[in-house]
């Protein structure tokens, strides 16, 4: 069967942030599957080009390009040398981000200010230095992942919620902003998925439990799962989504 071509990618540069493990790499790794030439992202140059060299193994031609997205200058620079040495970045998923468990009133201010300049920042300054070089061009996807915490709250993440809840409506404001200029400015938010972010929640069979039961599909996700909003949303088909966030999450913002 031949792929729809409105969800081909074939020869669209694509830059992941946070992508040496986790849900960046399945992402890059999905937007390869359709086509896509992927740019690795992360601020462990080591860890980044092994898992450039893997996905080598795989057949997937990856470039890799280390530099920390929540400093300004370093973004800049890197972003530039993408466009100069890769091409023009068609594609930009912002999904580097972390996450940290206190209760509120215990809630450490360094964990505050790490969380909010990776969580929120990132997407800012990324996000800002690949715009500008995709509105002389007219058009371009940007896909920031936000979560289901961009609803919903859970106890001992008041902080991380903040963070998820202002990217949502950054990823509006900048659709709002850039939709004039051919580009579409989207959300991807992952419900309960099996990562190293959330390995403590897997290995807790109360919060399993818990999950299970709320969760309409009744289990966790796999991060393969994520690949199917992430080529819609880069690619044609979603030509006249702009400003939309869309949940991944078995049904968990669906149930009460």
């Given at each position: 069967?031949?792929?729809?071509?409105?969800?081909?990618?074939?020869?669209?540069?694509?830059?992941?942030?946070?992508?040496?493990?986790?849900?960046?790499?399945?992402?890059?790794?999905?937007?390869?599957?359709?086509?896509?030439?992927?740019?690795?992202?992360?601020?462990?140059?080591?860890?980044?080009?092994?898992?450039?060299?893997a996905?080598?193994?795989?057949?997937?031609?990856?470039?890799a390009y280390a530099f920390d997205v929540t400093d300004a200058d370093a973004v800049q620079a890197g972003v530039a040398r993408i466009e100069a040495?890769?091409?023009?970045?068609?594609?930009?998923?912002?999904?580097?981000?972390?996450?940290?468990?206190?209760?509120?009133?215990?809630?450490?201010?360094?964990?505050w200010h790490r969380i909010t300049t990776t969580n929120i920042d990132s997407v800012f300054l990324v996000g800002q230095a690949v715009a500008r070089c995709m509105v002389p061009r007219g058009r371009g996807k940007i896909i920031n992942v936000c979560s289901v915490q961009s609803e919903l709250g859970r106890p001992g993440i008041a902080p991380y919620t903040a963070?998820?809840?202002?990217?949502?409506?950054?990823?509006?404001?900048?659709?709002?902003?850039?939709g004039k200029h051919g580009i579409?400015?989207?959300?991807?938010?992952?419900?309960?998925f099996k990562t190293e972010l959330t390995s403590a929640l897997v290995a807790d069979p109360a919060f399993t439990a818990w999950l299970t039961a709320h969760t309409p599909s009744g289990r966790w996700g796999?991060?393969?799962?994520l690949g199917g909003a992430a080529i819609f949303l880069a690619s044609d088909a979603s030509s006249f989504v702009n400003g939309h966030i869309l949940y991944v999450d078995g049904g968990i913002t669906a149930s009460l």
């Open positions: 069967m031949n792929k729809h071509p409105s969800f081909d990618l074939t020869g669209r540069i694509a830059l992941i942030t946070g992508s040496s493990k986790g849900i960046g790499l399945a992402l890059a790794c999905a937007l390869a599957s359709a086509g896509a030439r992927v740019v690795l992202n992360a601020r462990d140059a080591d860890r980044l080009e092994a898992t450039r060299a996905l080598a193994g795989q057949g997937i031609d990856a470039a040495e890769v091409g023009p970045i068609d594609i930009l998923v912002n999904n580097a981000g972390m996450q940290h468990r206190a209760p509120f009133t215990e809630f450490p201010l360094d964990a963070t998820k809840g202002a990217v949502k409506m950054l990823t509006k404001g900048m659709a709002i902003d850039l579409q400015v989207n959300g991807l938010g992952p419900g309960y796999d991060v393969e799962e």
